[in-house]
Structures are given as structure tokens and as C-alpha cells.
């Protein structure tokens, strides 16, 4: 019996995900998973030193019960490549809770670093990344799973809803307010949220939300 690879296990799950019109993220998550279970930051390092990353034969038990594929059906998808890049743009993709990590944006609020998954998404222009929402903290108005397509290169203006990142690493969800030449005012946008009022120099880059999947 022929023995799958690494790769190919992966390949499996990406295309698995694919058959669901899911993020890997997502379908781990479905799954009872951790959301990074199936990150492509999971899988290994650029590190020569490195060994792979194999999935936990619990994880995958979980998977397939969540998805309801036998072993066999799940074989035969390691020589199915994911189509999902080829459907439309592409995006890359991290959970929101995640991206407040060292590591995960540059200085100018571009995507950085190997946690990053990818997602299609309308062509809305260039340079875009997406957040996925977990859990209730931005109810009523984002609801779980909810994805933000953010446009760093796109100027925010007073009212819009936009993504901030501080100086201390902490992600808000907010819409602009008030922006003078010393701060800038992030109003909540329900929930247990508060209005919030930085110094500029609290604030690392902030980022217009231009589309949202729901």
C-alpha cells in the first residue's frame, strides 16, 4: 500500500476545504480545531533544519467526521490540486485574533511572515488582505466568520470603517472619527467596545474595511 506524503496530505486538506467553499481556518474550526490547525504556518518552516509538520491522526479523524468524507474519499484527494486561487483574486487571510502577533504586518501594514492563509475575493483593487472574525466580540454588527477585506492602500475618511493597529500591537475594529494633527478618534461600533482616543503616535497604521463576506 503506497504511503502518502507530506505534501500530499496537505494537498488533500487544502482541496477538502475547496469541495466546502471554506478556508482551511474554517474548516478546522467546523471541525472542533483550533483555527490554525491547517495554517500554512503549520505545515513546516523555511528552515532547513526543520522537519515537517504533520496533521494529528485526531485532527483528521475530526475532519472527516465534521465533513462526513471517508478515508478512501479523502486518498483520492491528494492528487486533486485546490482550485480556489483560480476562481478570482486572491487575498491573504489570517484570523483577526491572530493578527495583533509580532511578525504579521511589516511597517506599512502590508501582510508579513508564514501565518497568512488565502481566500478569494472580489477585485476590489490591490494589495488587499483579509481578517476573519471568531466568536461574538464584534456582534451585532460582525458575526462569526465574517471575513473584512481590508485595503491598506486606500486613505480612510471620517466615518468609514476601518481596521487600527497601536503601536503596542492591539487590533481595533472601529470607524474613524475624528482626526486632528496629534490624534485620532475610533468610534466603537456596538458591542462591549469603546469609543477610543489615540495619540498618533499610538497608532502604527490604520487600514479602510472596503468589503465584507457575510
Known sequence: MATLSHGEIWRAIDALAERFDMTPSAMARMAGLDPTSFNRSKRGSADLDSRPRWPSTESLAKLLEA???????????????????????????????????????????MPAGADWDEVATPDLGEGLFALEVSGAVLAPIYRDGDRLLVAPTVEPRKGDRVVARTSAGEMLVRELGRVTARTIELVALGGADDDRLLSRDEVAWIARIVWVSQ
Not at 89 to 104: S, T
Open 67 to 109: 465533513t462526513g468524507v471517508n478515508f478512501s474519499e479523502f486518498a483520492a484527494l491528494t492528487e486533486q490540486a485546490p482550485v480556489r486561487a483560480a476562481r478570482g483574486r486572491g487575498a491573504p487571510l489570517i484570523a483577526l485574533a491572530e493578527a495583533g502577533k509580532d511578525g504579521v504586518f511589516d511597517e506599512g501594514g
